[in-house]
């Protein structure tokens, strides 16, 4: 297992699951962390920072090696885009958990991928790429592609991802600045400063197509998660299947991303996305040659269990989905340590209380427990919590249940901001598009009362110190009281008074 955290744990219990033994790596700080305690073997990697230890390719390949393992499986994040990894990893003898290294390659240089897709009959965004290298020819190529775009436009970077490399341009006024903005960060974040031009589309929502390919010729799609909701381009809530989706729509989308993956051979799980505009029409934004980490809302409306499936592709074997259907509705959040009410600025902290949800149709994938400590070393992410019913007003309402019982304690979340999300009169009535949080909070997120929340962190706090349930003796984090225990969901009075 070539990752760590919450979707390491995930792999690492679908491994389980299907009956191989697994081998985890790990860093010094991530000793003792979860996952590692739900691999057969565990591998202490030499070094100290993240370059030397989860992206040392041959360090992790030699550990792969010294314990026997046959093959790898990168996760998402780190190396799992990397082509010259998955060379490397086939090279060793091993068998890479995911697509050949040539469509990892197509696919991960967006410009390549508009080509590729332009040439399968795959609909893209208008716009133009500019492959100069050179940074003064480059900018006079992109102004004058610009004036053939037209604004307002997007500038991305070639190599891009997580909204690095990205600028909205306006007005010509404003393009060498934006343009400029763009190249250095595409070069500080990936290396490579090329940037091409796509219109920007107002009011569109952000579709992604699941797809699962096997080496015997089958390439078939699981349905659409719709990813509208962002904040700087990351993902905070998704759900499947679009609340505005119809069957031919979702058809249409489906052959489209199905047709995409062919274009470059694909083998294995991959998402592809596309923006749905207010027209109805859709383009290629770009895929994703992994797991993502929103497929357990897939997972609850199909009934596929995707990662299972990665390991029979992997090994030859065919999938074994049959015919699909969609069942019910799922929605996903995303759980950071994260201080929302001042620009969600990342929080560390020991986790002196973590007490999920629980009922049916809730499911948690996490990397972390009570009495673990958050660390500023690696993503902010602690859980995505999971809901499935019958119909999405059920689904929604119970996310807000589950959101309401959701005791974090030890560090900021942003479990709040999440909670008046689901809120929210687009999130609600499902007319959510990627420009929804900014026109929720053009200022910023304002939080419940300081004094009410300041009250539940001091009642729950009191609790874990009355009833010990953390895990490991913290710092000042809880305090005591002389009321005598008192129940840790108290902060549902905020809800439900």
């Known amino acids: 297992m070539a990752n760590r955290g919450e979707i390491a744990c995930r792999i690492l219990r679908a491994c389980r699951e299907a009956g191989h033994p697994s081998v985890a790596i790990c860093a010094s700080n991530d000793a ?84 590729t897709m332009r040439a399968a009959g795959v609909p893209v965004i208008p716009g133009e790429e500019v492959e100069e290298v050179d940074e003064t020819k480059a900018l006079d190529a992109l102004r004058e592609a610009s004036t053939r775009v037209g604004y307002p436009l997007l500038l991305k970077a070639s190599s891009g991802g997580g909204g690095k490399g990205m600028r909205a341009v306006h007005a010509p006024a404003d393009f060498d600045q934006a343009a400029a903005g763009a190249r250095r960060e595409a070069v500080a974040a990936f290396g490579d400063g090329r940037i091409y031009i796509e219109r920007l589309l107002s009011g569109s929502k952000h579709i992604e197509i699941q797809v699962l390919a096997d080496q015997h010729g089958r390439t078939i799609h699981l349905g659409e998660r719709e990813c509208s909701v962002q904040r700087r381009h990351q993902k905070v809530f998704e759900e499947a299947p679009g609340p505005t989706m119809n069957p031919e729509l979702r058809e249409a989308m489906g052959q489209a991303a199905v047709a995409a993956a062919e274009a470059v051979n694909y083998v294995g799980a991959g998402t592809v996305e596309f923006l749905l505009a207010p027209t109805g029409e859709f383009f290629f934004l770009e895929m994703n040659t992994r797991i993502q980490v929103e497929h357990p809302v897939t997972e609850l409306v199909t009934g596929v269990d995707i990662v299972r499936e990665q390991l029979r592709i992997a090994v030859g074997e065919p999938m074994s989905c049959g015919d699909l259907m969609l069942r019910g509705h799922a929605i996903e959040v995303r759980l950071y340590a994260e201080d929302a009410a001042n620009g969600f600025l990342p929080s560390i902290g020991p986790l002196a ?110 609790s874990a110190e009355t009833l010990g349930l953390h895990r490991r003796q913290t710092n000042g984090v809880a305090a005591s009281t002389n009321d005598g225990p008192v129940s840790p969901f108290t902060t549902v009075q905020r809800r439900f008074p």
């Open 32 to 115: 003792g962390s979860m996952f590692t305690e739900m691999a057969d073997q565990v591998v202490l990697l030499n070094g100290e920072t993240i370059a030397e230890t989860y992206l040392d390719q041959q360090q992790i390949i030699q550990a792969a090696k010294d314990t026997g393992a046959t093959a790898i499986h990168p996760g998402f994040g780190f190396l799992s885009e990397r082509a010259e990894f998955a060379n490397a990893v086939q090279s060793a003898g091993l068998t890479w958990i995911g697509p050949s290294a040539l469509a990892i390659e197509k696919m991960g240089d967006k410009m390549t991928a508009r080509q």
């Open 353 to 462: 209380v973590f007490r999920p949800p629980e009922g049916p149709g809730i499911r948690l994938d996490t990397g972390v427990r009570e009495g673990d400590d958050v660390t500023p070393n690696y993503d902010p992410m602690l859980a995505k919590l999971i809901v499935w019913a019958p119909s999405r007003h059920e689904a929604l309402q119970k996310m807000r249940r589950a959101l309401d019982e959701f005791v974090v304690l030890g560090t900021t979340t942003n479990i709040e901001f999440l909670r008046d999300l689901c809120d929210a009169t687009p999130v609600v009535n499902g007319s959510t598009t990627t420009t929804t949080i900014d026109e929720l909070w053009p200022n910023g997120w304002n939080p419940p009362s300081a004094p009410l929340l300041e009250e539940a962190a001091l009642l729950a706090a009191a």
